[in-house]
Structure formats: C-alpha cells, structure tokens
C-alpha cells in the first residue's frame, strides 16, 4: 500500500514537525555531526523557527507532512533557490522521517509533493543538499534520478559552518518526480 500523500502543513503542526526535525538528526547525524551539537538541539528552539516559518506571510517556504495514524512522521519544505545557482531554480531545503517511518513511501511522496508544489510556481528544476557521509539519503536521491552537483561545508546558519561536507544532487526536470506522491 502506497504511503498517503503528504499534506500542507499548518501552524499547529510546529511542534510535532520540530520533534521530528530533533529525533532524526539525531538518529540520522550520530557520528556525523559534533555530538555536543545533536545534544544541544532543543525541540522548543526548532519549533520556535517553524512556527516562523509556517507563519510567514510571504510564503518564502512550503512545508509538507506525511502522517501515520494521524501523527506527523515526516516533513519536507521547499522553496525558491538560496545559493544564486542558475542551473536550478528550485531546491528541498529539508527533508526527514523519523527512522521507523522510513522505507514506507513517506520520502519519495514528500519528494513529490515538493516538485509538484514547486512547478506550481514555475520552478521546473530542484537541488538538495545532504552530508556527503550520509549514504543512506544519497542512494536514495539517486534512485529518485537526482545527479551530483558540487561539495561545499555544511553552514547552519547565523555564522556556524562546520567542517563537515555536504554534497547537492539536481534534477535538471522534476518531471520525473512530480505527481508521484502517494503512487
């Protein structure tokens, strides 16, 4: 059975959204990332920049859920590039499961919703960026038809880049992914 396509999400689900983001990097991060770093991520703080997020007026990101039994086990955002790259005009900012709802659909269906939500706003073309040791999520953007782009360090933000690389995989035409979620 194919995984249910994923839903827009709303205000109230920051928290969970924010739980989600804490537990699978942690899950996913361990011996990856500084363990000091994964430990001093707080739910509170993540859901504080959701509920940001969600709320901006501007809609500069879209964010998708994916649910089992009506609880939140995934999410994906996606918006306009950030990187001045002229050879995507789109790109996944986020996406992450928890480690027990991977394997179900949940990823290839957010994936989906994602490009679909992005050429809805004439965005035809898609990048993501993911830690160049996570084999995992690689193999997996590769399945999907994604093609290596470049390397750089992984920058989290307010001036905190860790020596730790990450790679871009791009789809010069997300019409190989879109209107596949939930099939």
Partial sequence: ?????????????????????????????????????????EVGDYE?????TLQDPYHRSLVYVAEEDGRIVGFASCGRERDGDVRYDGELYAIYLRGAAQHRGHGRALVAVA????????????????????????????????????????DLGLGMVLDVPEVSYVWTDTAVLRGRAGA
Avoid: K
Wanted: proline share 7%; no cysteine.
């Fill in 1 to 41: 059975m194919p995984a249910p396509r994923p839903r827009p999400a709303v205000v109230a689900d920051a928290a969970e959204i924010a739980a989600v983001h804490v537990d699978s990097w942690r899950e996913t991060y361990a011996g990856m990332l500084p363990e000091g770093y994964l430990a001093s991520m």
């Fill in 48 to 52: 504080d920049r959701w509920l940001r």
């Fill in 115 to 154: 490009a679909d939500a992005l050429a809805l706003q004439g965005m035809t073309s898609m990048a993501v960026w993911v830690l160049r040791e996570n084999a995992p999520a690689r193999g997996f953007y590769e399945r999907l038809g994604g093609v290596y782009l470049r390397e750089r360090r992984l």
